[in-house]
């Protein structure tokens, strides 16, 4: 529920300040209830060398998939569903076993109002929202189960902390990666983020960088266990080596994915449209195998 409603009202903001709308461009023609320009307004763009230069032209292209920017799906609409969803998360959160969880449920849920209202204008912050917001995730569950069962929640915070930290790191890539693919919308919608303040090629070398610290720590996690059991001989049954084994060959193959999808985002200065979109989509599937190392 909580990253149903932040996707919505991301949309919704993106469609009423003309973001959306410098990626969409239908038959030629301006379908976008909130455009009121078709014009950059001299913003200054970013060559090839790394320069800038001024330009007036549209800087439209082709986008699938945005009925809020092209008015097929009405903002009334939008903003009543949203109603719908924060109140069934509000209602949902009560049942959440234990006060720790139920409190970092709620602080999520703030979080995408904040995000949408104050932070997403300001460069790196709303990645680093969005990012925490995504990586807080299993941390809910792992304190609603600690309750449950009677775990220490200190103990659970500690045994997730890698994991967390880890799909931090994975979803500050993928948010930056998902700007360089913006970088003209963004900058045209005078919304300042690291890739429009800094240059794509700055930018995917920060998106290498999180990329590499996110494969570190996932494999981190297995080598230490066991490393751990090893010294103090208790390696276990066949079971529990074959689980240490299924955690080291998906937190190995993960990692080298999505480092390998860095280093070409790398390689191309964040220019190559194709190779930075497929990595963003890519990515999803590699926090999968991220998520499943530490089961």
Not at 20 to 30: H, M, R
Not at 49 to 58: E, F, I, K, Q
Request: charged share 20%.
């Amino acid at each position: 529920l909580i990253s149903t409603s932040s996707m919505i009202v991301n949309d919704y903001y993106d469609a009423k300040s003309g973001v959306d709308y410098y990626k969409l461009k239908i038959n030629g023609k301006n379908r976008s209830p909130f455009h009121k320009d078709s014009t950059t307004g001299g913003r200054k763009q970013e060559k090839g060398d790394g320069s800038d230069s001024s330009s007036s032209r549209s800087v439209a292209v082709p986008v699938e998939n945005k009925p809020l920017v092209t008015g097929e799906v009405p903002t009334d609409v939008a903003k009543r569903f949203l109603n719908y969803l924060y109140a069934a998360f509000l209602l949902t959160t009560t049942v959440i076993p234990g006060i720790p969880a139920r409190m970092t449920a709620v602080l999520g849920g703030m979080m995408t109002y904040y995000y949408t209202n104050y932070l997403k204008p300001v460069t790196w912050w709303k990645n680093v929202s969005c990012a925490a917001l995504m990586g807080m995730s299993p941390l809910v569950s792992g304190l609603a189960i600690s309750h449950l069962y009677g775990v220490s929640e200190k103990c659970v915070g500690r045994e997730m902390g890698v994991m967390v930290l880890s799909l931090f790191c994975g979803f500050m890539g993928r948010e930056i990666a998902m700007d360089v693919l913006d970088y003209d919308a963004d900058g045209s919608a005078g919304i300042h983020t690291v890739p429009v303040r800094y240059g794509r090629e700055v930018a995917s070398q920060i998106v290498l960088g999180f990329w590499t610290f996110t494969g570190l720590l996932t494999c981190a996690g297995p080598l230490m266990r066991g490393s751990i059991a090893i010294h103090a001989g208790t390696i276990g049954s066949l079971a529990s080596v074959l689980k240490g084994m299924r955690r080291m060959v998906l937190a190995a193959f993960g990692s080298s994915w999505l480092i390998v999808n860095g280093t070409q985002i790398f390689r191309s200065k964040g220019r190559d449209e194709a190779v930075v979109k497929s990595s963003v989509e890519e990515a999803k599937l590699v926090i999968l195998m991220i998520i499943a190392s530490f089961m």
